[in-house]
């Protein structure tokens, strides 16, 4: 079976933010975004879950797969949109199966 590399890009950020971070995604020619809740974290400044907090500061998980190229793109655009924000962008190295969907 072949496998291909490719960047996998976590963005943890405040919910307000999550159609700002998808249309960035969308115009670096991604192919797609999942993205989830955030149930709860931990941190230098304590703990926190999502009963502690209102919707706007509720925080989602977005992940992309996709090429190197575009990763950075995605890691440029998305960093400078989320600055002023709670947010952390993670990125790392996967395999894929399906290199065409990515």
Not at 10 to 36: C, N, Q, R, W, Y
Not at 46 to 65: L, P, R
């Amino acid at each position: 079976m072949d496998v291909h590399p490719k960047k996998k890009i976590e963005i943890f950020v405040e919910t307000p933010m999550v159609k700002t971070v998808l249309a960035l995604i969308d115009e670096s020619g991604a192919t797609g975004a999942t993205f989830l809740p955030v149930l709860g974290g931990h941190s230098a400044a304590g703990d926190w879950s999502d009963k502690d907090m209102g919707s706007a500061m509720d925080m989602q998980k977005i992940m992309v797969v996709t090429g190197p190229r575009r990763a950075a793109i995605i890691r440029d655009t998305v960093y400078e949109a989320v600055a002023d924000y709670r947010a952390m962008i993670l990125i790392s190295d996967v395999e894929v199966i399906r290199n065409d969907h990515f």
